[in-house]
């Protein structure tokens, strides 16, 4: 199965650098709306009858956005396991001030060569390996679904994740960008 996994579009908080993760919900912005339907003019030649995305609102109306652009009619499922990383306590505040207060935290995580680097995480957040292991139960979850493709629009820390994972190479992801998958 080939899974398009994308990023939601530009909201306020990507603007003004403010860590959203799970628990910031903050909707898409006149930019993200925009940035949105261009995605959906490119993936429309997919012609997938559904489009998975997060709980999110910022997934959520990235996928509305995205299936205006379809020809046919297209169903939006919310799909558990694909939300942003848990950030915990950092949540909410300015990416500045996260990597000052978290300093440790992050040099761990984002030492690729330390055998902790999977398992750290932020207090109250999650770990890279935590974020996999639920992401990668909602994919099997949308395989049993027996489709040959499928669309899921999710957020950039888990698909960084899920690229590094997979792939072993680091990349960051703009907004409603996307890569694809084999699952």
Same mark, same amino acid.
């Given at each position: =199965?080939?899974?398009? #996994? &994308? +990023?939601?579009?530009?909201?306020?908080?990507?603007?003004?650098?403010? @860590?959203?993760?799970?628990? @910031?919900?903050?909707?898409?912005?006149?930019?993200?709306? $925009?940035?949105?339907?261009?995605?959906?003019?490119?993936?429309?030649? #997919?012609?997938?009858?559904? *489009?998975? &995305? %997060?709980? =999110?609102?910022?997934? +959520?109306?990235?996928? $509305?956005? !995205?299936?205006?652009?379809?020809?046919?009619?297209?169903?939006?499922?919310?799909?558990?396991?694909? /939300?942003?990383?848990?950030?915990?306590?950092? $949540?909410?505040?300015?990416?500045?001030?996260? *990597?000052?207060?978290?300093?440790? /935290?992050?040099? !761990? !995580?984002?030492?690729?060569?330390?055998?902790?680097? =999977?398992?750290?995480?932020?207090?109250?957040? $999650?770990?890279?390996?935590?974020?996999?292991?639920?992401?990668?139960?909602?994919?099997?979850?949308?395989?049993?679904?027996?489709?040959?493709?499928?669309?899921? !629009?999710?957020?950039?820390?888990?698909?960084?994740?899920?690229?590094?994972?997979?792939?072993?190479?680091?990349? %960051?992801?703009?907004? &409603?960008?996307?890569? @694809?998958?084999?699952?």
């Amino acid at each position: =199965m080939l899974l398009y #996994l &994308c +990023r939601h579009g530009e909201t306020d908080g990507n603007v003004n650098q403010i @860590v959203q993760g799970a628990g @910031v919900d903050m909707p898409l912005n006149e930019k993200g709306h $925009e940035q949105a339907k261009e995605l959906g003019k490119i993936l429309a030649r #997919l012609k997938l009858p559904k *489009i998975y &995305c %997060s709980k =999110m609102t910022r997934a +959520r109306q990235t996928a $509305e956005d !995205i299936a205006k652009e379809q020809t046919q009619k297209v169903k939006i499922i919310r799909l558990d396991g694909v /939300e942003e990383v848990h950030f915990g306590v950092a $949540e909410g505040h300015h990416n500045d001030e996260v *990597i000052k207060k978290y300093a440790k /935290e992050l040099a !761990i !995580i984002n030492d690729v060569d330390n055998p902790a680097f =999977m398992d750290t995480h932020i207090p109250e957040g $999650e770990s890279i390996r935590d974020s996999l292991t639920r992401a990668y139960k909602a994919f099997d979850k949308v395989k049993a679904q027996g489709d040959d493709k499928a669309i899921i !629009i999710m957020h950039g820390a888990i698909m960084y994740n899920i690229y590094f994972n997979k792939f072993g190479l680091q990349r %960051s992801f703009k907004n &409603c960008d996307y890569f @694809v998958l084999e699952w």
